[in-house]
């Protein structure tokens, strides 16, 4: 009889409790969101395109500066993927590969590859 009585009256402050939220919430201010304490370029992205077993060869778009680590994408791409036997993944600046089509099934070869990693 304990359990249903403490049950109960937990229900019944949660509810009284509900009726005051909204003046809680309307005082709460909007701040700002902190600066990045990473102050690498971002204006310059990079091409990775993959050649993996069984399906055809992609590419994707990358920012040249990895903010997550703060370090350039160049030092930290290699661990965005696998790089075993049948898999190759090249990388390359996308100034370097002017007007490059993504969406396309297979993806085109790389212009100017800076680095590759696998069995390329």
């Not at 809680?24 to 370029?41: D, F, R, T």
């Not at 060869?57 to 290699?78: H, K, M």
Request: aromatic letters at 8%; charged letters at 15%.
């Amino acid at each position: 009889m304990a359990i249903r009585f403490i049950t109960a009256s937990t229900l019944v402050a949660a509810a009284y409790a509900l009726s005051f939220a909204p003046t809680a919430h309307s005082e709460v201010g909007i701040v700002p969101l902190p600066k990045s304490v990473c102050n690498l370029v971002t204006t310059r992205s990079l091409i990775i395109w993959r050649r993996a077993p069984g399906v055809q060869d992609s590419a994707f778009a990358i920012n040249g500066a990895d903010l997550s680590n703060c370090r350039p994408a160049l030092d930290t791409w290699r661990a965005l993927g696998p790089n075993g036997p049948g898999y190759c993944s090249e990388i390359a600046w996308s100034t370097d590969n002017p007007g490059y089509a993504f969406g396309v099934s297979p993806a085109a070869p790389l212009q100017k590859v800076i680095d590759e990693v696998g069995d390329c």
